[in-house]
Nanobody, 116 residues
Framework: QVQLVESGGGLVQAGGSLRLSCAAS????????MGWYRQAPGRQREMVAD????????NYADSVKGRFTISRDNAKMTVYLQMNSLKPEDTAVYYC?????????WGQGTQVTVSS
């Protein structure tokens, strides 16, 4: 079993920054990738960014490229999402994701609200 605990969400003005953290516990050796997804009201959950645990290859949604940066600390099995130049359209619940033996595991979500 893998458990994911997110932190770092909140309310910020447009143009501001936030950093999300996601700490994994349990059988962390089985995690092959971690990432962040978000879901805004009335919309489907979408991938924001992900990173492999070996090699550190990253992948970003076009809407956040150049503004968000994903990073990892394998020793702590923690993944971070640095979000800069935030826009109102970034408002959503952000979910941490871990791929464990080809299965998705999810955190409980953290709210990010960007005011205009």
């Amino acid at each position: 079993q893998v458990q994911l605990v997110e932190s770092g969400g909140g309310l910020v003005q447009a143009g501001g920054s936030l950093r999300l953290s996601c700490a994994a516990s349990g059988i962390i050796s089985a995690i092959t990738a971690m990432g962040w997804y978000r879901q805004a009201p009335g919309r489907q959950r979408e991938m924001v960014a992900d990173i492999t645990t070996s090699g550190g290859s990253t992948n970003y949604a076009d809407s956040v490229k150049g503004r968000f940066t994903i990073s990892r600390d394998n020793a702590k099995m923690t993944v971070y999402l640095q979000m800069n130049s935030l826009k109102p359209e970034d408002t959503a619940v952000y979910y941490c994701n871990a791929v464990v033996a080809a299965h998705d595991r999810w955190g409980q979500g953290t709210q990010v609200t960007v005011s205009s």
